[in-house]
């Protein structure tokens, strides 16, 4: 979120914008207990791993960090990195069920096939219900 500013120079007189956001960072607390400020460029990265050779446009992805921007920032002061990763799953979930389940794969540390399976299955049962 940012505040839109127009002003002039008071020695010449050009008008000019300035946009000015807030300096309240985020904290992420992570599974071993550190904390570090939410970096939506981290975020993307990791979203850019997960769609690697998929059909979705940047304008998506943008849209996508920006959601869980504000989500992030809606908690407060301090979330913790499995709220961050269930929001980033929410939102494949509706983009890419391939996408869906690289990240899955990561965040809900896969250790096989079955793995893969049960939440393939999920995501078929979910589609059929919704």
Known sequence: MAIRRRRSCEACGSRFTTYERPDV????TKR?????PFRPEKLRAGLARSLTDRP??????DQLVKRVEAFAGAQGREV??????REVLEALRDLD???YLRFASVYKEFQGAQDFEREMA?????SAGG
């Open 56 to 61: 979705i446009p940047a304008v998506q992805v």
């Open 122 to 126: 999920a995501l078929e049962e979910e």
């Open 32 to 36: 071993d207990g550190r904390r570090e």
């Open 97 to 99: 069920d391939v996408a």
């Open 80 to 85: 913790s990195s499995d709220e961050i990763g």
């Open 25 to 28: 960072a985020v904290m992420v």
